[in-house]
């Protein structure tokens, strides 16, 4: 499972992962393919991203990077260019957030948004 996840560069959900590995594994179900996933995740062998409130994906790249979403057909792609951490040098400042607003900051999470080359050919 982990080497299709790796195959891939398309940010899987659980449910497309699934029809993937069905191809070789018939037998296996959706539940195996979730608790699996779980357990990758744990081990930090791949990463989960959250999308605002739309259906986890799964990356087979455990390491650091930013991602962008499509608003167009809603891919998610990796993103290169950009260094993983764009915030990493201000991170002095958000700790001083606590003094100011009173919140604890455990982390943050940068999405961005854009067209996708296959999008922006078709329009
Ligand atoms: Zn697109
Ligand atoms: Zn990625």
């Not at 080497?3 to 560069?9: A, M």
């Not at 296996?28 to 409130?53: A, C, F, H, P, W």
């Not at 991602?67 to 057909?73: A, F, L, T």
């Not at 891919?75 to 002095?92: E, M, T, Y």
């Amino acid at each position: 499972m982990l080497e299709e996840l790796q195959k891939v560069t398309s940010h899987p959900t659980a449910a497309d992962l699934y029809e993937i590995i069905r191809k070789r594994l018939p037998k296996i179900s959706l539940g195996t393919v979730y608790r699996n996933l779980e357990l990758l995740v744990e081990n930090q062998t791949i990463q989960k991203l959250d999308m605002n409130g739309a259906e986890a994906r799964f990356d087979g790249n455990p390491a650091r990077h930013c991602h962008v979403r499509c608003s167009v057909c809603g891919r998610v792609g990796d993103l290169h260019s950009v260094a993983p951490d764009p915030l990493k040098q201000k991170i002095k400042k958000i700790k001083k957030i606590k003094k100011s607003d009173g919140w604890e900051i455990l982390g943050y999470r940068i999405e961005f948004e854009g067209t996708c080359p296959d999008c922006q050919k078709e329009s």
